[in-house]
């Protein structure tokens, strides 16, 4: 989600044992990392194999292997690469950091978390290796020793990264407000990054803020316009403001990039929140339009009247209710969810709007 994993690891500091890789082995290291950073990443590991031919000894060319197939998704090659590397000089951190990022590629997070910490052992003043720490932290649910992790990295070199990580850990903690201070932390860092966008935008929706939230989204959404996660969520944004049909453009635009994946991923993400925040009505809310979405009625339902239980006097929550309660033919309980919206604020045009579409559909006059 936020790109901490995105980059190779840090390059080789110089060892003794690198005097001993012969100078056609090393050429050959030095085309194949011409190759990684052309994004050739198949071909500098097959270019490495070359230089293992010659050298097969060398932690250094074990490395840098790891490194080009794990960059090209070949995770059990490159953990294979790694741990070989390892073998021959053991304790160097920049070898256990990046064997953690291949574990980490095979869903293995327990195992390179253990790494990890052995890397932070070697090197205690390595921010990356406190970043990699915090988001493998944050990925096995463990929020609050994740945000420790993104703040160790943090005071160590205050980073975009550190400062997302934390902010999305806070926000799956239920501590919004706090989130949001550190994701506007990391947008004034680098205003045109779009994890910090979509972030915030999540926070501020946790917070009740649709307006704010939609402004962070739709930026996310400028940044990235073809993130199906920034567009769902920008949906919900603007099913939360009663806007939809700008919100079904959204979703339309989800679904073709993969609308189901983020639907999930951000209902997995709000049921979390709410299991942290269960009295936090904007959550409740947010689930119950994106089960909307996924044609979830009944449990939509369900979400939607806990979330105007938890705030009663919200017209917009009412208002919510009616439209759960209209897609389902309960014409009835929408009209009097409506009347309660408008009881609340008599000049809600959502709702006066919402009423007499309702009435035409039970054939009224409106």
Known sequence: ?????????????????????????????????????????????????GALEICPGSAKIHYFAGVSLSSAGH??????????????????????????????GMRRNDEALEVLARAAGIDPD???????????????ERHGEALEAFGASERICASYGARVGAGVALRMMGRHAEAASFLRRAIEMDPS?????????????????????LGELERAVSI??????????AGLALRALGRDAEARGHFEAAREGGGQQAAERALDELV??????????????????????????????????????????????HCSLAQVLREMGRLGGALEALGRALDIDPDSARARDMRDCVLRDLGGAG
């Open 75 to 104: 995770y059990a090659r490159a953990v294979a690469a790694l741990e070989r590397a390892e073998a021959i000089e053991p304790a160097r951190a920049n070898v256990l950091a990046e064997l953690a990022r291949a574990l980490h």
């Open 193 to 213: 990054g779009f994890a910090a966008r979509l972030e915030a935008g999540k926070a501020l929706s946790s917070m009740g803020d649709a307006e704010g939230a």
């Open 126 to 140: 390595d921010a990356a290796i406190r970043l990699a720490m915090g988001a493998t932290l944050r990925e096995l």
């Open 272 to 317: 979390q929140e709410s299991q942290r925040a269960p009295d936090n009505p904007a959550v409740h809310e947010r689930i119950a339009h994106a089960l909307m979405e996924i044609r979830a009625h009944g449990e939509a339902l369900d979400a939607m009247s806990r979330s105007a239980a938890l705030d009663p006097q919200s017209a917009r929550v």
């Open 224 to 233: 990235d316009a073809g993130s199906a996660e920034a567009r769902f969520w």
């Open 1 to 49: 989600m936020t790109g901490e994993r995105d980059a190779p690891g840090p390059m080789w500091p110089p060892g003794p044992q690198d005097a001993d890789i012969p100078d056609a082995a090393e050429a050959r290291l030095r085309d194949a990392w011409s190759l990684h950073a052309r994004g050739r990443h198949l071909d500098a590991a097959e270019a490495l194999e």
